[in-house]
């Protein structure tokens, strides 16, 4: 008892039935059909919520960068201009490279493009027997009706230089496996890989090497890109009768506005040559060139079908170029140096042989991208498109009923490989078995 209130000290149980009776009365209260007053929203509560939905918005629009970021690209240049969009830009590719190589301390990589493809079956149509007759006491063959009694030599592969003193298995050799119409003893094609970047072990560049002289290199010009600021619009597509004899396709140059590096393809000037730059151009025989233009080569409407244009040579009479490190306009048309931004690019390049390389890779600036297209025999070697998803190289493989599989080069290419099947905004070019010249 205290002051005649008699006392008793409250146990747990106590307090839960206080509690329960507490909350019964609120109910009450509030009276019938009236719902009990909710437990207030704190703003650390909200904070945290916002953060969790802006954490998955983040994570969502990271996995999906690929497919939006053209658009957004898109959008911002409309909106706050070119040059303030480039520098967004640069801070977007400085930021995913240190998350990149964040994930490599922890989680490791790949460093091979190549380890985790799936077996690819490639259908090769048989050629018919040849016979050869040959005479004795006369010297050489008669070839008689038969002109294709002997074939060329199978394609040379360029020596490789290596890039690290601890090579991959694989790096810097060259492999047929899983190419399309290329066999061991009958290669029409060979692939390695190199990484360029000791600081970036990850950054894996894929090359393509292509037998010049039984394959037909196109330029085609996209509907929109690179004249459609000039309005001159290109085919962007494949023709139909190209497509059983599809080898492989890649992407093109810069837009039209980004540089205005030359094209002239299709009887049409879709950004006027200019000297100076790194430029490629097929010619009316089947054979192409590549080089400096107006040092190595000029166009001639005689003889040449298509040249393209982009930016400087990466490679130049066997060696890396110098100019690889030099700021804009030598990269781009804005004064951030996209020549340093690590991101996907890609590149052809011609050998000693006249071989047709095709390259491409992620987290590379140009010099890094350079340094691998000389270690696999570059002669010359000229910068095509940059960033994801524009970066594709698609192969394509015959099928028993004379149609064409496509599929990607490496399989850690962003967007689909049937793309070039499709009509393109931007330009692109792809080849096509002609061996007319070969046999």
């Known amino acids: 008892m205290l002051g005649g209130i008699p006392f008793r000290r409250q146990t747990e149980g106590d307090g839960a039935m206080a509690a329960a009776?507490?909350?019964?009365?609120?109910?009450?209260?509030?009276?019938?059909?009236?719902?009990?007053?909710?437990?207030?929203?704190?703003?650390?509560?909200?904070?945290?919520?916002?953060?969790?939905?802006l954490l998955a918005a983040g994570g969502l629009a990271y996995s999906q960068k690929e497919?939006?970021?053209?658009?957004?690209?898109?959008?911002?240049?409309?909106?706050?201009?070119?040059?303030?969009?480039?520098r967004v830009e640069s801070w977007f590719f400085a930021i995913e490279d240190r998350v990149q190589k964040a994930r490599y301390r922890l989680l490791g990589a790949e460093t091979n493009p190549f380890a985790t493809e799936e077996v690819r079956v490639s259908y090769v149509e048989r050629t018919p027997p040849r016979t050869v007759v040959v005479w004795a006491g006369t010297r050489g063959v008669d070839r008689?009706?038969?002109?294709?009694?002997?074939?060329?030599?199978?394609?040379?592969?360029?020596?490789?230089?290596?890039?690290?003193?601890?090579?991959?298995?694989g790096e810097g050799t060259w492999s047929t496996a899983g190419l399309p119409r290329t066999t061991p003893s009958d290669p029409l094609m060979a692939k390695t890989f190199f990484r360029p970047d000791p600081s970036r072990p990850y950054a894996l560049v894929g090359v393509l090497l292509v037998d010049a002289r039984r394959v037909r290199l196109h330029l085609?010009?996209?509907?929109?890109?690179?004249?459609?600021?000039?309005?001159?619009?290109?085919?962007?597509?494949?023709?139909?009768?190209?497509?059983?004899?599809?080898?492989?396709?890649?992407?093109?140059?810069?837009?039209?506005?980004?540089?205005?590096?030359?094209?002239?393809?299709?009887?049409?000037?879709?950004?006027?040559?200019?000297?100076?730059?790194?430029t490629v151009c097929t010619k009316k025989d089947g054979t192409f060139v590549m080089g400096e233009y107006g040092r190595d080569l000029t166009w001639d409407p005689e003889r040449m079908e298509a040249c393209r244009q982009n930016a400087v040579l990466l490679v130049d009479r066997g060696e890396v170029s110098k100019r690889t490190a030099e700021g804009n306009d030598t990269w781009g048309y804005v004064q951030v140096n996209s020549s340093e931004f690590i991101t996907w690019r890609s590149a052809i390049g011609v050998t000693k042989d006249g071989n047709l390389l095709v390259a491409a890779g992620n987290s590379l600036s140009a010099e890094t991208l350079a340094k691998a297209l000389w270690a696999a025999g570059a002669e010359y070697a000229m910068q095509l498109d940059i960033n994801s998803p524009?970066?594709?190289?698609?192969?394509?493989?015959?099928?028993?009923?004379?149609?064409?599989?496509?599929?990607?080069?490496?399989?850690?290419?962003?967007?689909?490989?049937?793309?070039?099947?499709?009509?393109?905004?931007?330009?692109?070019?792809?080849?096509?078995?002609?061996?007319?010249?070969?046999?």
């Open 21 to 53: 009776e507490e909350a019964a009365g609120e109910a009450a209260a509030a009276g019938p059909g009236e719902a009990a007053p909710r437990r207030r929203l704190t703003w650390r509560r909200a904070a945290a919520g916002l953060a969790v939905l």
């Open 67 to 86: 497919r939006i970021a053209p658009q957004v690209a898109d959008t911002l240049r409309a909106t706050i201009g070119d040059e303030r969009t480039a």
């Open 144 to 169: 008689g009706a038969n002109p294709d009694a002997f074939l060329p030599v199978p394609m040379t592969f360029p020596p490789t230089k290596q890039l690290r003193s601890n090579p991959e298995p």
């Open 220 to 278: 085609v010009a996209g509907t929109v890109d690179p004249g459609g600021s000039r309005g001159v619009k290109g085919p962007g597509t494949i023709p139909a009768e190209d497509v059983p004899r599809l080898v492989a396709a890649w992407n093109g140059g810069f837009k039209g506005d980004h540089g205005n590096f030359g094209m002239v393809a299709h009887g049409k000037e879709f950004q006027r040559l200019r000297n100076g730059l790194a």
């Open 390 to 439: 524009y970066v594709l190289t698609s192969l394509f493989f015959p099928q028993p009923d004379g149609s064409v599989k496509p599929e990607r080069f490496m399989e850690a290419m962003p967007d689909a490989p049937g793309r070039f099947l499709r009509t393109q905004e931007r330009d692109f070019m792809y080849l096509v078995l002609d061996e007319a010249r070969y046999r």
